[in-house]
């Protein structure tokens, strides 16, 4: 296993500026008893690692998110990292006081980013000296974690001062605090979950119909093609999906109130292949996104979802029993993807084992994404939550 470059964030003009990093683990097993030879990741970090490495904060990311948590890679980038308005100096989690660490997942959706490094299907089987496609082995959030853990371990860093992060991120955090709960004493759970229930698991395989459908799929053996014959109108169909689940109602009636407004004309609806404004949105703005994702990492990112159970023992009461950590959630009351019940009972249970636990709400019609744009609204709770 090997890291390269340094480990901490600079900062110009108020902006912290980050590099990526590369972190390698020659053998690699799974949950699920694979081995993955020669797995690679990329990660990031904010802030200095103080003498005796109590100061780490693990951010976990999100589904379609990366290790960019926050600053930028260059003074000009148009936006910061996702969770910018709350890390940094002086934010709520204090870059002045902590080391703040966060890594590509396995199978990252992003994989043709080239601020990305992750392992994957679009990645190389060493055996074969070709692109894995559905050979890769199925991943589970355990597989994350542990691959977070071999991160943090080249550092020499044994033991974590908090684990935040949203959705799936969310769920990565509670998989640490169950998984190795000597090592975690505080968790922030955002717009998460502690299980995939049958409602979640059904939505999220709306996302893979799509692909599935498109006939440039191949059965997941599109690679010997030219880019611009992969599956990419099944991914921009699968990411329409995303964003919408993501989003909430009120939110989409103003963006098509506003086009509607703006337009020059409205479309003929009566004409079957027209399709209205906000659909025409949509679909941009997922196409848009394409040429960065990869479908088959998009399949493997559901399946990883869809087998969430914290603790990964098929017993979610003692999953939660596992847990030490102190824990902070943080739902959003329009989500419409991860509903408030998930933590909200999540928070029942934790208490009902004499668990430490808070629970406050994200207002706001971005509904889920309230976990991402909207998160600032909770700075001091945040930041009193880690004050001790």
Do not use: C
């Not at 994200?362 to 309230?370: A, N, P, Q, R, T």
Request: proline share 5%; glycine share 6%.
């Amino acid at each position: 296993m090997n890291d390269t470059q340094s480990v901490n964030a600079t900062s110009s003009n108020d902006t912290m500026l980050v590099t990526k990093q590369v972190h390698e683990i020659e053998q690699f097993e799974t949950f699920g008893g694979d081995i993955i030879k020669n797995v690679r990741v990329g990660w990031e970090s904010y802030g200095e690692l103080n003498d005796d490495k109590s100061n780490v904060i693990l951010i976990t990311h999100y589904f379609t998110g990366t290790s960019h948590a926050a600053g930028k890679y260059h003074p000009d980038d148009e936006e910061p990292g996702y969770w910018d308005s709350i890390i940094g100096p002086n934010k709520a989690i204090d870059t002045n006081r902590f080391f703040v660490i966060s890594v590509d997942s396995l199978v990252n959706i992003n994989a043709y980013d080239e601020n990305v490094i992750t392992t994957g299907p679009a990645s190389i089987n060493p055996d074969t000296g070709k692109p894995y496609g559905l050979s890769f082995p199925v991943v589970t959030m355990r597989d994350f974690v542990n691959v977070q853990k071999s991160v943090l371990a080249s550092l020499g860093i044994n033991k974590l001062y908090a684990v935040a992060g949203p959705s799936m991120g969310s769920m990565q955090a509670i998989e640490w605090a169950s998984a190795y709960p000597d090592m975690v004493p505080r968790l922030i759970s955002v717009i998460g979950t502690v299980k995939a229930d049958g409602w979640t698991t059904a939505t999220l395989e709306q996302w893979t119909t799509p692909i599935r459908l498109d006939k440039n799929w191949r059965g997941g053996a599109y690679y010997d093609q030219p880019p611009e014959n992969f599956p990419n109108e099944g991914l921009a169909a699968a990411l329409a999906l995303v964003t919408q689940s993501a989003l909430a109602p009120n939110f989409f009636n103003d963006v098509n109130a506003q086009l509607l407004a703006q337009a020059d004309g409205k479309p003929d609806l009566y004409d079957i292949q027209q399709s209205p404004v906000i659909v025409q949105w949509l679909m941009e703005r997922a196409r848009g996104r394409t040429t960065s994702m990869d479908a088959n990492h998009l399949l493997y990112l559901v399946r990883a979802n869809q087998l969430f159970l914290t603790g990964m023992n098929d017993d979610i009461e003692q999953g939660l029993a596992n847990i030490k950590a102190k824990t902070l959630f943080i739902p959003a009351t329009q989500d419409q993807l991860l509903m408030p019940y998930h933590l909200e009972r999540a928070r029942d249970m934790l208490k009902a084992n004499d668990k430490e636990v808070e629970l406050v709400y994200l207002e706001g019609d971005l509904g889920h994404l309230e976990g991402l744009s909207g998160i600032a609204i909770h700075s001091e709770t945040i930041r009193a939550f880690l004050a001790d």
